[in-house]
């Protein structure tokens, strides 16, 4: 698969790790939601976005809607419970989530889900995440956005704050 991507000059290498934590923003959404965003988390998401691009079993999906069947806008990876991440800084970026929101939380975050948005065309609709990790009814998905940017588009289930839209870098 040739992957199309605009380097960024800040970070060059091929070393690929998971920088602490420590600095992330959290932003109040209200109704209890929240959001957190630490920018260029990860060194090396250029090498990382190359290889994943290539080495990922990507699989393309259908979903009925609106009585047709229609195609996911996307490439999709799935990695259950006993599945090996397709990268040791994905295992190491699950672990220190999993260290820095385990109290909040409640258990680890124990499967990972990818997506591969190719092109400007590609994206995802407006939809509320209930497959996720949380010891509630609540539900906490941690996204590690590669690639070019995109934005997070995020809206309350019931009425409420209006939505929201923050722009994902890369890493």
Known sequence: MSVHLQTSLFDQGDEVTVRPLDGVRREQLGHGAWIDVLPQWLQGADALFETLAGAVAWRA?????????????????????????????LEAAR???????????????????????????DGVAWHGDTIGRGSTEDTMVAILSLGAPRHLALRPRRPGPAPVRRPLGHG
Do not use: I, K, N, W
């Open 61 to 89: 999906e259908q979903r009925v809607m609106y009585e047709r069947v229609v195609a996911v806008p996307r490439l999709l990876a799935f990695f259950g419970r006993s599945d090996p991440l397709p990268h040791p800084a």
């Open 95 to 121: 672990t220190a989530l999993g260290a820095h929101y385990g109290a909040e939380l409640g258990e680890p975050f124990t499967t990972a889900g990818l997506c591969y948005y190719r092109d400007g065309r």
